[in-house]
């Protein structure tokens, strides 16, 4: 008797984890087809560059200016390259505390990058749309949304993409 409900409880286990590998590669799939899209239209140089998982990054730091405006006063040049590496770093050293410290600084630079693109496109709910499309686990939410972003037809004149900025 118990030894069913092992076994069932690993069947479950099982289909779980298959049904999670398979919304977590129709995510990719759709983040990739998005930023592909938003580059060609951009005429961002490589868009093929969005298939590609830890160089994905350094094609959306093309797509907002190759510089991170977090605030007016704060901005992180050369995003389109210090994520790559931080994602290199996360995947290089994962298990170990500096894979973890990694890890942390490429969700937020990815998640605040999101947030700069959706605030190009004046999108109102900007800042929820980029952690949606950054954070683990609910970008399977944010690719979609990052999806609707690269089919509007206004993708020829971008905002200013300053992630937090005063309200006026």
């Known amino acids: 008797m118990i030894w069913r409900d092992f076994q069932s409880a690993g069947w479950l ?5 298959v049904l999670y590998s398979l919304i977590r590669a129709l995510a990719f799939v759709v983040t990739a087809l998005s930023l592909h899209r938003l580059a060609i239209r951009r005429r ?3 868009p093929w560059l969005a298939w590609i998982p830890v160089i994905r990054y ?3 730091g093309q797509l907002i200016g ?6 007016s006063r704060l901005t992180i040049p050369s995003i389109g390259l210090i994520m790559p590496f931080t994602a290199a770093f996360m995947i290089l050293l994962s298990g170990s505390f500096a ?3 990694a890890s942390v600084l490429t969700v937020v630079l990815a998640a605040l990058s999101f947030m700069s693109l959706f605030r190009q496109y004046r999108e109102p709910h900007a800042l929820a749309y980029g952690l949606l499309a950054g954070l683990p686990f609910v ?16 993708l020829d004149a971008p905002a200013d993409p300053t ?3 005063p309200r006026s």
Not at 13 to 17: K, N, Y
Not at 139 to 154: P, T, V, Y
């Open 163 to 165: 992630v937090f900025r």
């Open 139 to 154: 970008e399977m939410i944010g690719c979609f949304l990052l999806w609707q972003l690269s089919a509007r037809r206004d």
């Open 13 to 17: 286990v099982i289909v779980l984890t």
């Open 66 to 71: 190759s510089s991170l405006k977090v605030t």
């Open 58 to 60: 350094y094609l959306l």
């Open 99 to 101: 894979g973890q410290v």
């Open 44 to 46: 961002v140089p490589n």
